[in-house]
C-alpha cells in the first residue's frame, strides 16, 4: 500500500508562483511512476504533470508546459510540483498520484495511477 499526502496549495494572485509537495509512505517508492492532476469545479479530472520512477524524465500537459516542473527526491519519498507563472485558470484541487510497483514510465493517462492523495486547493486570483 502507498499513502500519499499533498501540501502547499493555498492562495495566491495571478503572476505569483506556489510549490506542492507530496509525502508518500509505502514501499518500493522509487520503483513508481508519480505525477499530479488536478479537478477544477465542475470539470473532469486533468493530467498536470507526470515523473519517470528514476526522475529522469518528464511530461507535461501542453498548458502548464514552461509554467510547472516536477521533480522527486527518492531518498527521501517526495513528489514537487513548482507551479509559476500561475493563472486563474490554474485553480483546482491538485492531486497526487503513483503507480503500481515496478512500472516507471510517466503517463498521462488517469488510468494508469492506482494510488491517489486527498488533494490540495490551489486558487488563483485574476
Known amino acids: 500500500q502507498v499513502q500519499l499526502v499533498e501540501s502547499g496549495g493555498g492562495l495566491v494572485q495571478a503572476g505569483g508562483s506556489l510549490r506542492l509537495s507530496c509525502t508518500a509512505s509505502?514501499?518500493?517508492?522509487?520503483?513508481?511512476?508519480m505525477g499530479w492532476f488536478r479537478q477544477a469545479p465542475g470539470k473532469e479530472r486533468n493530467f498536470v504533470a507526470a515523473?519517470?520512477?528514476?526522475?529522469?524524465?518528464?511530461n507535461y500537459a501542453d498548458s502548464v508546459t514552461g509554467r510547472f516542473t516536477i521533480s522527486r527526491d527518492n531518498t527521501k519519498n517526495m513528489l514537487y510540483l513548482q507551479m509559476d507563472s500561475l493563472k486563474s485558470e490554474d485553480t483546482a484541487v491538485y492531486y497526487c498520484?503513483?503507480?503500481?510497483?515496478?512500472?516507471?514510465?510517466?503517463?498521462?493517462?488517469?488510468?494508469?495511477?492506482?494510488?491517489w492523495g486527498q488533494g490540495t486547493q490551489v486558487t488563483v486570483s485574476p
Open positions: 498520484v503513483a503507480t503500481r510497483s515496478g512500472y516507471a514510465l510517466a503517463s498521462p493517462r488517469l488510468n494508469d495511477y492506482d494510488y
Open positions: 509505502g514501499r518500493a517508492f522509487s520503483t513508481r511512476a
Open positions: 515523473i519517470t520512477s528514476t526522475g529522469g524524465r518528464a
